[in-house]
């Protein structure tokens, strides 16, 4: 009997975000390599990455329906804190797009989702090396840390004088008691405990999968 059709769409879902997510490494990383410069990291690779990530909202959908166990929660923690940081500051601000902290994010997003999502499609196949699910569960303890501190939330910060001036999005926020700067303020205090979350997740379910793959290579 083949595979259901769940399996093979998440085969197909994670194998093309597996490709682009190799495809936007490659762009940041010629850009570095051509230019010798941390400068126009943003503008290499911004178009495909601002594609990747909205269309990972379709895990959110994923876990909420069940076709995977991971619920919805922390996927869209992490899909909203992302897209906020990328479409919402990023984006709006050309001050903030020449920043180490963007080349420092690109980069740690990057080498996460190129291994995660070959993870994820190895997975469907029921047939993942080991060598990749330690990958997996091992390369996020500096990534993640290092996207999340001097990239996301450096940049942020680094963003708030900017946004004060321009006073950014005060038509979105006009009928608000408060103003962008200030959920921007509110976003900067949540952002480590929330992250922290994600995080410890992480590390709970590295104990896991490495135990059961460890006990599968002894048998």
């Known amino acids: 009997m083949g595979a259901p059709i769940s399996t093979l769409y998440l085969l197909a879902y994670n194998s093309l975000q597996a490709i682009g997510w190799t495809v936007s490494l ?3 990383l010629y850009n570095v390599v051509s230019t010798s410069s941390l400068q126009g990291t943003y503008a290499s690779a911004v178009h495909l990455i601002s ?31 992302r897209t906020h940081f990328l479409l919402a500051v990023v984006a709006k601000l050309d001050e903030v797009q020449e920043l180490p902290s963007v080349f420092i994010t690109f980069l740690a997003w990057s080498i996460s989702e190129v291994i995660r999502y070959s993870h994820y499609a190895f997975s469907c196949t029921g ?3 080991y060598s990749i699910t330690y990958l997996r569960y091992t390369a996020f303890i500096l990534l993640y840390p290092l996207g999340v501190g001097p ?3 450096w940049l942020m910060y680094q963003a708030l004088p900017i946004v004060k001036k321009k006073n950014t999005y005060a038509d979105s926020f006009s009928g608000l008691p408060f103003s962008y700067y200030d959920f921007l303020r509110g976003v900067l205090l949540v952002y480590p405990f929330l992250w922290l979350k994600l995080y410890l ?10 135990n059961r793959n460890h006990v599968k290579k002894r048998a």
């Open 151 to 153: 990239g996301e939330m």
């Open 26 to 28: 490659t762009k940041i």
């Open 201 to 210: 997740h992480l590390f709970k379910q590295r104990r896991t999968k490495l």
């Open 127 to 129: 047939n993942c090396p």
């Open 51 to 81: 594609f990747l990530q909205c269309a990972a909202f379709l895990e959110v959908i994923h876990g909420a329906i069940g076709l995977v166990p991971s619920g919805a929660l922390l996927p869209l923690m992490q899909w909203g804190g």
